[in-house]
């Protein structure tokens, strides 16, 4: 039997513009009456519509369906399939990830208030960053772009953070010599198969006293910022022992102002 191209979408529950997309892909075959220029479906198209939907359902690309549908040896059709499970366990895994990453961001934040200007002592897990700043300035630098558009990708994971130029800067009144740049967790990077190269700066693990300020959407960095905690360490005997890290958590967007919720986190013996 032969059915117009509307009673064969409506027929077989999908939508006109669908049945020619799997025409342009050669899955269905209408005939054409050359008085009138209509498309004609029979029942055999029907069935190929079908067993199309049903590799599509799998997430199996379209292209490759009509390669299926067109003439495929069996295991040509068990490989396929096997590649739509294996791509699929993968979304799985990152989803997984992902969803675990989002976790940890809320759980982080959570407790924002509380954490404002008091100190706590913490271990920092070990991360690779990119340096993409002198002070507020952005860098220019050709060989970077690549990493940069790639770990752009991987946000959440990558996160935005400063690093002071040198240890001993902290001790300097005034502006600080710092730089910002994209970070990654070494467990994330792990977990990710990130490459690395030799753009990427490595941090290992370390100690630290950890705590959250308010800063200005425009301020620079400066010594003040984070004297509590210098003064926190001088009286619980502790000694700075390396460059001051942190990372932006957020910024609140305010009608008069915008203000950066920021970590800093420096490292003691």
Same mark, same amino acid.
Request: hydrophobic share 35%.
């Given at each position: 039997? #032969?059915?117009?191209?509307?009673?064969?979408? +409506?027929?077989? !529950?999908?939508?006109?513009?669908?049945?020619?997309?799997?025409? #342009?892909?050669?899955?269905?075959?209408?005939?054409?009456?050359?008085?009138?220029?209509?498309?004609?479906?029979?029942? *055999?198209?029907? /069935?190929?519509?079908?067993?199309?939907?049903?590799?599509?359902?799998?997430?199996?690309?379209?292209?490759?369906?009509?390669?299926?549908?067109? &003439?495929?040896?069996?295991?040509?059709?068990?490989? +396929?399939?096997?590649?739509?499970? =294996?791509?699929?366990?993968?979304?799985?895994?990152?989803?997984?990830? *992902?969803?675990? #990453?989002?976790?940890?961001?809320?759980? !982080?934040?959570?407790?924002?208030?509380?954490? =404002?200007?008091?100190?706590?002592?913490?271990?920092?897990? %070990?991360?690779?960053?990119?340096?993409?700043?002198?002070?507020?300035?952005?860098?220019? #630098?050709?060989? *970077?772009?690549? $990493?940069?558009?790639?770990?752009?990708?991987?946000?959440?994971?990558?996160?935005?953070?400063?690093? $002071? %130029?040198?240890?001993? @800067?902290?001790?300097? @009144? &005034?502006?600080?010599?710092?730089?910002?740049?994209?970070?990654?967790?070494?467990?994330?990077?792990?977990? =990710?198969?990130? +490459?690395?190269?030799? @753009?990427?700066?490595?941090?290992?693990?370390? $100690?630290?006293?950890?705590?959250?300020?308010?800063? @200005?959407?425009?301020?620079? *960095?400066?010594?003040?910022?984070?004297?509590?905690? =210098?003064?926190?360490?001088?009286?619980?005997?502790?000694?700075? +022992? !390396?460059?001051?890290? !942190?990372?932006?958590?957020?910024?609140?967007?305010?009608?008069?102002?915008? /203000?950066?919720?920021?970590?800093?986190?420096?490292?003691?013996?």
């Amino acid at each position: 039997m #032969k059915y117009s191209i509307g009673e064969f979408a +409506s027929i077989l !529950g999908i939508t006109a513009d669908t049945l020619r997309l799997y025409e #342009k892909h050669d899955i269905v075959r209408p005939e054409k009456d050359c008085r009138n220029n209509y498309r004609y479906f029979n029942d *055999l198209d029907a /069935r190929n519509l079908l067993s199309s939907r049903w590799y599509r359902s799998m997430q199996i690309p379209l292209h490759n369906v009509a390669e299926l549908i067109n &003439g495929a040896p069996a295991e040509r059709v068990v490989d +396929s399939i096997y590649a739509a499970q =294996l791509q699929l366990e993968e979304e799985i895994r990152r989803s997984t990830m *992902l969803l675990d #990453k989002i976790n940890a961001i809320h759980n !982080g934040l959570t407790g924002l208030e509380a954490a =404002l200007y008091t100190c706590r002592i913490r271990q920092m897990p %070990g991360m690779y960053r990119i340096e993409q700043t002198d002070k507020n300035q952005l860098l220019q #630098k050709e060989d *970077l772009k690549q $990493t940069v558009q790639a770990w752009m990708d991987l946000l959440p994971f990558t996160f935005y953070s400063f690093r $002071t %130029g040198d240890a001993q @800067s902290i001790s300097w @009144s &005034g502006e600080l010599d710092y730089s910002w740049g994209l970070a990654l967790l070494e467990e994330d990077q792990q977990k =990710l198969g990130v +490459s690395i190269n030799g @753009s990427m700066q490595y941090i290992p693990p370390y $100690t630290c006293i950890s705590s959250v300020i308010l800063t @200005s959407y425009e301020d620079y *960095l400066e010594h003040k910022t984070f004297q509590f905690m =210098l003064d926190y360490a001088d009286e619980q005997g502790y000694t700075v +022992s !390396g460059d001051i890290f !942190g990372k932006i958590l957020f910024t609140e967007r305010l009608r008069d102002e915008n /203000r950066t919720y920021l970590e800093i986190n420096i490292p003691i013996v």
